[in-house]
């Protein structure tokens, strides 16, 4: 057990982690934007604070959007594969709207020594067969998923498969307060997150330290607003 983050600064004992980006619609350099580029050494946990996955959690979020009410399953499986001769944990997003399953993709990542969390590649299954992609082909690299010690101002490439997900991020804030179904927190990481194939779309994203995604909102270009609402610790 470790301790986490809990609603308004609080403590406790808890093995609470964290959720990747393979929810979201689309999981470097400090104070410019990085392309990112594959970590020179990676370890087996992945326990950045912000982003820990920790194989045997399942995270439950719900949300709406502007087709109506939605669900969504996270789960660190204790699945492994190589990818660029590193091995990575496989971690399977499902989304489901009003009752039916309208995505299901897994994502890959591993964590360098440094602690910077890194996304080698996506199956966007057969709801989202074009998002697929995987570090090391076709001129697709490892993205960062999440920097080991995050400060505003912060840029960097979450996605990085030229053509398939090129998503980018900005630290806002490390000194948020949210409240989600789950509870109210503080000091929470703020990130904004753009795509340069959707110039009119913005999403911002909350992190708690020790538990990881809180929430996921479109704050330009459109509805959609994800909350983390259970979680299942192993």
Do not use: K
């Not at 979020?61 to 699945?79: H, I, P, Q």
Request: aromatic share 4%; net charge positive; hydrophobic share 35%.
């Amino acid at each position: 057990m470790s301790a986490v983050t809990t609603p308004r600064g609080t403590r406790r004992r808890s093995c609470l982690l964290a959720v990747p980006v393979v929810l979201a619609p689309a999981l470097p350099a400090c104070g410019g934007e990085s392309a990112g580029s594959a970590p020179r050494a990676v370890t087996g946990a992945i326990d950045n604070p912000w982003l820990p996955l920790r194989p045997g959690t399942r995270l439950h979020y719900e949300g709406t959007t502007a087709r109506g009410t939605t669900t969504g399953l996270v789960e660190v499986t204790g699945e492994r594969r190589g990818v660029l001769g590193v091995t990575v944990t496989v971690v399977r997003g499902t989304v489901l709207l009003g009752g039916e399953v309208i995505e299901e993709t897994s994502g890959w990542y591993a964590q360098d020594r440094e602690g910077n969390v890194w996304c080698f590649g996506e199956d966007g299954g057969r709801s989202r067969p074009g998002r697929s992609w995987r570090a090391g082909r076709d001129g697709a690299e490892p993205g960062l998923a999440m920097r080991a010690d995050p400060r505003p101002g912060d840029a960097y490439a979450q996605r990085n498969a030229p053509g398939v997900a090129e998503d980018r991020a900005v630290v806002l804030s490390v000194a948020e307060s949210v409240q989600v179904p789950f509870g109210a927190f503080d000091h929470v990481l703020r990130i904004r997150e753009t795509t340069p194939g959707a110039p009119g779309t913005e999403h911002h994203a909350c992190y708690a330290r020790g538990i990881g995604l809180l929430r996921r909102h479109r704050t330009r270009g459109g509805h959609d607003d994800l909350a983390l609402s259970r979680v299942e610790a192993p």
